[in-house]
């Protein structure tokens, strides 16, 4: 059964730094992996989506690497800023039935 | 990019009574769509999964006599939940893949349900 674990559950982090969050899942036969950013209170809007054939996906100052091997991923921000602050959560799908595992999600604090 | 609505983005019901949740892809046909619920601080659960002219699919735990799913063309899929409890109350969002590769998910942006 796949399961996926964002690490850490929480970060703070103050403005004009670069971070990086971590997604792991059990099954390395995924058919996609995509990351998305929630604040408080909304839906969830898709950052980067990276297919099971690809290495990484750019985004303005966001990079999102794949290792299906290793199983994992990490999202990269470049340059932190106030208004990244939010949820991101992490989800794979396993086959073409386009049904979504997901990550508890990590919260993401950046000080100005 | 695809869009997703969800209507209405907030409501409040009293106890006993019933509440329609409609989803809606806006300029692309979506033969399934998923809905999930969400509490504070969690991540999202996946309840159902909505499949246009047939039954949806519900997951382990969800009541499908309580959570009415019905995706009555390609673009639409409704959501009731019938003789809320204040439990039900709960943030309820819903998804649509593209349909192309590589079956990117679309998400609405949440219906939030409050039962007083």
């Known amino acids: 059964k796949q399961e996926v674990t964002q690490i850490p559950a929480a970060l703070s982090v103050p403005e004009g730094e670069n971070l990086v969050l971590n997604c792991s899942f059990t099954?390395?036969?995924?058919?996609?992996l995509q990351w998305f950013r929630q604040d408080p209170g909304k839906g969830l809007t898709s950052l980067l989506l990276i297919q099971s054939s690809q290495r990484e996906q750019t985004s303005g100052r966001l990079n999102a690497s794949l290792d299906k091997s290793s199983g994992r991923s990490t999202l990269y921000i470049a340059a932190s800023q106030p208004g990244d602050s939010a949820t991101y959560l992490c989800?794979?799908?396993?086959?073409?039935?386009?049904?979504?595992?997901w990550g508890a999600g990590t919260k993401l604090i950046i000080k100005p | 990019g695809a869009v997703v609505s969800q209507h209405p983005s907030w409501v409040i019901c009293k106890s006993g009574t019933s509440v329609k949740i409609e989803c809606r892809s806006l300029d692309f046909q979506a033969t399934t769509m998923f809905w999930y619920r969400q509490f504070p601080k969690q991540s999202l659960m996946l309840m159902a999964t909505s499949n246009e002219g047939s039954k949806a699919t519900y997951e382990q735990g969800v009541e499908k006599d309580k959570f009415l799913i019905n995706h009555a063309s390609l673009t639409l899929s409704t959501l009731t939940v019938t003789s809320a409890h204040p439990e039900d109350s709960s943030f309820y969002i819903c998804?649509?893949?593209?349909?192309?590769?590589?079956?990117?998910?679309?998400f609405g942006p949440g219906t939030r349900l409050t039962v007083t």
């Open positions: 099954d390395s036969a995924i058919y996609n």
């Open positions: 989800a794979v799908s396993t086959d073409s039935n386009y049904q979504l595992i």
């Open positions: 998804s649509a893949p593209s349909g192309d590769t590589p079956y990117e998910q679309y």
